[in-house]
């Protein structure tokens, strides 16, 4: 048993690439629950009136995105389906066309309109003092123009919503990958200006987001792929996060199982 | 099997990455390098369009706010450091970036962690709330450090305090595992079903 | 000049966001911290070409010293300033500039963050054990969180997310909570000690 515990670690390394490697040629599709958190956002969104703006934070670059572009894809389709329009901001300069590309697709989907339905101001550096400056005023924090350069005059979107406030703004969903995110969000416009906010997290953050959805500060939270393919499932549209929650199922078996392996060889070898 | 000259180069990065799990070598380097040298080039270059032009060229020369002058020599200043001897001029940049960051901590910190406290004065009607509330106590008791832990209710207080916060950090470790999968599994998707064409 | 100034900027710009968030009056032609703020920004980008020249300065001269993976510093310099000089003529949306971004870049960085998988699966085994009151709880935590997040949990044993629901909401709250009032509280003394002058560790370092 104790050969066990002092095997080279890269032959675990090779059993969870093997494993992963069936699961992502043989999906399992194990059926997933919808929580009462990833549904409370949800139900937020499907209250909101048509025509109202949802202000999306995409914080993140392309390391998490296999967790927050699902959320993001389930999210923007909602979205569209209410008729609500978008503006989309990033702190993060890695956002890159991450994000963009999503809602694009999206956005010719249901034929909506880029400058009516949706506006993207791309990334605005910064970080916590362009968000506050977007709360007084979009245009002085976007220099103007949106991602491609273009004058926020130009959109009837941008042309109507002066700031990161109320009541231009209804709702505000940030997908944070770290600093900063949401809780600057939270700081200096959902505190300060009042604008409710949501926040479409990523697993890792989950444990330590959920005091803010407790004390009421966050309306709502998505948590991780998980709550992707929740979301998905309840807008009736499985797609890549329920495909992912393979890649779950395995680590959660896998890992569990050496959890417990561990263990029961460091009891059972303990007193010799 | 792929056509596309993208996937391909993303797939000789993907491997690139993963032999550094057989061990440390030159290929993975090559990326390991390229990672530092790509975003530095990425950063400044959209600092230049986006910010620096249109703010000293636009706001500054055409619209004349010359006010953009006082924090583009406190940037300059901030070279001056490879001239021997003068690197101290950077300080004043310094200072500004300094003291407007801890006047934001100070100015907006305040609000979301009243918001916390506020939520933690809860009805103790439900054994929730009772687990809730101890456990809030108890955690905070264990990060007090102002008064002795050896008086006898503070040490019984910092040992439920204790179990909170390995309980915290045991939910924040289940969480992590799954993150670190849910990030694996679309390169394993990009190499079997993108790349090889397999299932999917 | 050199230690007297910055310190007084330094609690000038504190006090004027601390004065202008607890004071504030909205008007429309006094925006003294909109100006402040741009003033910032733009430093923030004037400072980034420190991080150029520091890595080019860095990097030859690693070559020219011939120091251990001096090879590998060559390629650093000469992808660094063609990817600038590339980003600088067509902007960083530009047709090549984004190519290079999307199929060299992000597949690096998202398979670096995905290394960990492996890492930390090995270190669950090895050294995840339940030798006293407090690893133990930790590790059970862990453990239902893991199943009962994934769909495994309700496959095993109905009802396990609703347990995972309930521990990540009651107990993990608690013991978050302390943990962020902690980390506030904590934020809030160093910015008060820049505030009030009582650190000055950025004067350190340039003489």
């Known amino acids: 048993m104790r050969a066990l515990v002092d095997l080279d670690r890269r032959w675990i390394f090779l059993v969870v690439f093997i494993l992963l490697a069936i699961v992502v040629i043989w999906p399992l599709n194990l059926p997933v629950r919808v929580t009462p958190m990833t549904q409370g956002i949800y139900n937020y969104i499907e209250n909101l009136p048509a025509g109202s703006v949802l202000w999306l934070g995409l914080d993140y670059g ?112 940030d997908f944070p990958a770290g600093t900063p995110g949401a809780a600057e969000y939270l700081a200096i416009v959902t505190e300060v200006k009042g604008v409710p906010m949501g926040v479409g997290q990523i697993q890792m953050s989950v444990a330590d987001s959920m005091q803010f959805v407790h004390s009421g500060q966050y309306k709502g939270m998505i948590p991780g792929l998980r709550g992707a393919a929740e979301y998905e499932k309840l807008i009736g549209k499985p797609g890549t996060a329920v495909r992912a929650m393979d890649g779950q199922t395995l680590a959660a078996g896998f890992v569990g199982l050496l959890i417990v392996l561990g263990n029961v060889i460091y009891f059972s070898t303990r007193g010799r | 099997m792929s056509t596309d000259v993208g996937v391909w180069l993303q797939v000789i990065c993907t491997i ?151 309980i915290a950090l045991g939910a924040s470790f289940g969480n992590t595992i799954l993150y670190r999968y849910n990030l694996l599994y679309p390169r394993m998707k990009l190499l079997f079903n993108t790349w090889l064409g397999l299932g999917g | 000049m050199r230690k007297e100034l910055p310190t007084i900027i330094c609690i000038l710009m504190a006090v004027v966001v601390v004065v202008s968030m607890y004071f504030y009056v909205p008007n429309e032609k006094w925006k003294l911290m909109d100006m402040f703020d741009n003033w910032y920004n733009l430093l923030y980008y004037l400072a980034m070409g420190l991080g150029l020249i520091n890595l080019t300065r860095i990097h030859v001269m690693a070559v020219v010293k011939r120091r251990p993976n001096w090879v590998y510093s060559i390629w650093l310099v000469l992808f660094m300033w063609a990817y600038f000089i590339l980003a600088m003529i067509q902007t960083v949306d530009g047709p090549q500039a984004d190519w290079v971004f999307q199929n060299f870049l992000t597949p690096i960085d998202s398979t670096v963050f995905a290394l960990l998988a492996f890492y930390i699966t090995s270190a ?49 709250t608690g013991g978050q909570r302390g943990i962020q009032i902690g980390i506030y509280l904590g934020g809030l003394a160093a910015a008060l000690r820049v505030m009030l002058g009582l650190e000055r560790a950025y004067l350190g370092g340039a003489r």
Do not use: C
């Open chain 1, 62 to 173: 392309p390391s998490v995105a296999g967790e927050l572009n699902p959320q993001l894809t389930a999210v923007v389709e909602h979205a569209f389906r209410k008729n609500l329009r978008i503006i989309t901001y990033t702190m993060w300069q890695t956002q890159g066309t991450i994000g963009r590309n999503i809602i694009d697709k999206l956005l010719k989907e249901y034929k909506k309109e880029y400058g009516t339905d949706w506006v993207d101001l791309g990334f605005k550096p910064g970080g916590i003092t362009n968000l506050r400056l977007m709360t007084s005023s979009l245009k002085e924090a976007a220099a103007g123009v949106d991602y491609q350069g273009k004058s926020l005059d130009e959109f009837p979107l941008t042309r109507e919503v002066k700031a990161l406030d109320k009541p231009y703004v209804a709702f505000i969903i």
């Open chain 2, 16 to 166: 690139g990455v993963l032999t550094y799990l057989y061990k440390e070598n030159w290929f993975w380097r090559i990326f390991e390098y390229a990672i530092v040298a790509g975003y530095t080039g990425y950063s400044l270059a959209y600092g230049y369009h986006n910010y620096i032009k249109p703010f000293i060229g636009e706001k500054m020369i055409k619209e004349g706010q010359w006010s953009f002058l006082i924090p583009l020599i406190l940037g300059i200043l901030l070279y001056a450091r490879f001239v021997s001897g003068w690197g101290w001029l950077g300080r004043y940049a310094m200072a500004y970036m300094i003291g407007y960051g801890a006047g934001y901590t100070l100015g907006f910190d305040i609000k979301p962690l009243l918001g916390q406290i506020r939520a933690s004065f809860i009805s103790l009607t439900s054994i929730n709330n009772i687990i809730l509330w101890l456990f809030i106590v108890t955690s905070l008791a264990y990060f007090f450090f102002t008064v002795s832990k050896e008086a006898p209710a503070m040490k019984g207080l910092s040992t439920v305090g204790k179990w909170a916060v390995m």
């Open chain 3, 124 to 172: 669950s085994f090895r050294a995840f054990r339940a030798r006293t009151l407090e690893a133990t709880l930790m590790l059970l935590t862990a453990f239902i969180v893991l199943l009962g997040t994934s769909p495994l949990g309700d496959l095993i044993i109905p009802g396990w997310t609703t347990a995972k629901d309930w521990i990540l909401s009651v107990p993990n």
